[in-house]
């Protein structure tokens, strides 16, 4: 992504926001899309307290998203035997809604005890998708647990979510949910903290 953004001509600073360095800048929004749950809670709202001007915005977001049964079992069959032992390999046919909107409950308490936001707002927008079956594979390679597979693993995988949406006639539709978690800066600029 950085070098996308820099080959359009764009300044790009790479680090965890944790050890990012501002210099001295200051930001009208801080924008976290699908990553927020990777940065330290207590860090980084403080952290982004800092950077925002008085009005500015913190916008956290992400999307869970619910693929049919006839999808969500071979894939999760599939993972079981790739990846045996998984910590993950027993939740991967439940939806997690639950435990996201827990996530973006507690990102809203978060920027409260900075006392530095006013109240959090919190959305959910529920979506839905037709995916044909050549998209859906080359998009979940880059999903969660698939990402750092050894590619064998990654395969068997692919190949078994693919005979699964080959028999869904070749595409299927999937249902998102969107959560998003916003608050305004208030008060003076601090540099400190």
């Not at 080359?138 to 979510?161: Q, W």
Request: proline fraction near 8%.
């Amino acid at each position: 992504m950085a070098g996308f953004a820099r080959a359009a001509g764009l300044p790009v600073d790479v680090a965890t926001f944790e050890a990012w360095e501002p210099a001295g800048r200051t930001f009208d929004a801080v924008i976290a899309a699908q990553s927020w749950h990777w940065v330290d809670p207590a860090t980084g709202t403080a952290k982004a307290a800092r950077v925002l001007r008085p009005g500015g915005r913190l916008a956290l977001f992400g999307h869970v998203f619910e693929p049919p049964a006839e999808v969500a079992e071979p894939f999760a069959a599939a993972y079981r035997r790739a990846v045996p032992d998984s910590p993950f390999r027993n939740q991967l046919h439940r939806r997690p809604l639950d435990s996201y909107q827990a996530m973006y409950a507690l990102f809203a308490d978060r920027i409260r005890e900075t006392h530095r936001f006013g109240e959090p707002e919190q959305w959910r927008f529920d979506w839905e998708r037709a995916y044909p079956r050549d998209q859906w594979l080359a998009l979940l390679p880059t999903t969660g647990g698939l990402t750092r597979l050894p590619p064998d693993a990654t395969a068997a995988i692919l190949e078994a979510v693919g005979t699964a949406i080959d028999r869904l006639g070749g595409r299927f539709t999937m249902h998102y949910t969107t959560l998003a978690t916003t608050a305004v800066r208030t008060g003076p600029h601090s540099v400190a903290g």
